[in-house]
């Protein structure tokens, strides 16, 4: 029966994937036993381990030998009776690999050292297995860090775990700010029903690309997004890992294109319209002046009908140079402006005399708060264009009349020009596309007639001088267009 006992234990030892070891209670550690299986694992026969009490310390890696005698090791292992550590051993053919050893510290009834008693474990495929998924960790961290796009890692539920730096540009939250509050709680989804959607589409299919929804970032800033998210493992659970890019600025210029579109169709039929008014005039009256065989005419009629045509046909010159113009800015040709030595004073006089003529309803007048300079460089036909455009946009918009003012104030290097109207006004929307090239407004009214060309034309006159033109208006209580021109060349 003891023979057999000893078979069996025999049997075991050989065969365990564990080396199990004694060795003395000491600091020195030298094997009293070792397992044959020492010799099927490692390569070294019994005798080898025994013979030689530097074996083990001889084996051990040398990087890895002084992490492991430290003093408080061998003090906790006596404290406590127990001790784990891992190191690599070299093995006989030179290799070396990972070992778990665990060691036990044995007394005698009397509390008496007597030996320690342990095992080895070759570890070394999870050692690899580790260093492999810390390697990987490591390659998704710098990814997920670096990456320009905003990056979220989340639960299903909704519960954010992980922001990348980019996150904090874009919607403006920082880690702290987010990690560990859900999205509904931050409010991120616009609409709560898209997050329920690519949740439903991700537990389906283990993923969702590029799902558009609008989102707020801090502060309520409204960011239109597409959102690309799969599922991954994250901290030993199932996540959802989110790529947030952002299409804002593309959404709006998308938005802009599609106006710009519109006002260009718009701009097609209205300047069908302006066009055909003049030439319907011009041929018609000419007609009639060609029919006058019988000299039904008097010189006062042949007079008037000359004027109308004269007139109308200065109206298609006008908007011939805009449709000119509009076309040298748009492929981003100068306009050809040619600075001399002017007097602003006499062109200001002879603009709003000759619109004074024009509109007997509406008090132009002329308030120059500091004597303007005797001379100041211009293209006079080009500030003469500018000023006949926005005096007839003030009495063009001020329909019930009333007074239109002319300002200028006068500094040390510049000259500031206002038009001061009392008309209808415009809303902030309007304003800020009143130099977009064919904008003519919301609900324009028939009497505003106009390729909508003029303001951006005006703007881009005073650019090309070296000024600044801008304009403020509210509903119901006019507007006023102010522009600088610089005193000297």
Known sequence: MHNLTEQRIKYILSSSPAIIYTCRADRAFGATFVSENITSRFGYSIQECLDNPDFWWENVHPDDRERILESQHYDILVTEGHYVHEYRFRKKDGNYIWVHDELRFIRDPEGNPVEIVGSWLDITERKETEATLQKSEALFRAFFQTNPIPTVIS?????????????????GFTPEEV???????????????????????????GFIDNLESTFYGKGNKPMTCLISSRTVEFEGEVRILSVVHDIT?????EEALRKLD??????????????????????????????????????????TYLSIVQSNAEVLNRLVDDLLDIGRIQIGRPLGIVKKSTELSVIIER?????RVKS???????????????????????????????????????????????????????????????????????????????YRGED?????????????????????????????SHPGAGSTVTFTLPIKQ
């Open 155 to 171: 639960s299903l539920s909704g519960m954010i775990h992980m922001v990348n730096p980019a996150f904090t540009k874009g919607p």
């Open 179 to 205: 990690i560990g509050r859900t999205a509904q709680e931050l409010g991120f989804w616009r609409n709560p029903a898209d997050r329920d959607r690519m949740v439903a589409a991700i537990k389906e299919g």
């Open 249 to 253: 600025e593309q959404k709006k210029a």
């Open 262 to 303: 519109q006002a260009k169709s718009d701009f097609i039929s209205t300047a069908a319209h302006e066009l055909r008014t003049p030439l319907i005039a011009i041929i018609g009256y000419c007609e009639l002046l060609e029919n006058d065989a019988n000299h039904s005419l008097n010189d006062e009629q042949r007079g």
């Open 351 to 355: 603009a709003v005399q000759s619109l």
């Open 360 to 438: 007997q309803r509406h008090n132009i007048i002329v308030a120059h708060y500091k004597a303007l300079p005797e001379t100041i460089w211009l293209d006079s036909n080009r500030i003469s264009q500018v000023l006949n455009n926005l005096i007839s946009n003030a009495i063009k918009y001020s329909p019930k009349g009333g007074t239109i003012k002319v300002q200028t104030i006068t500094d040390e290097d510049t000259v500031t020009v206002s038009i001061i109207d009392q008309g209808v006004g415009m809303t902030p929307q309007q304003v800020e596309h009143i130099f977009d090239r064919f």
């Open 444 to 472: 324009v009214s028939p009497v505003a007639s106009g390729l909508g060309l003029g303001m951006s034309i005006v703007k881009q006159i005073i650019v090309d001088h070296g000024g600044e033109i801008s304009v403020s």
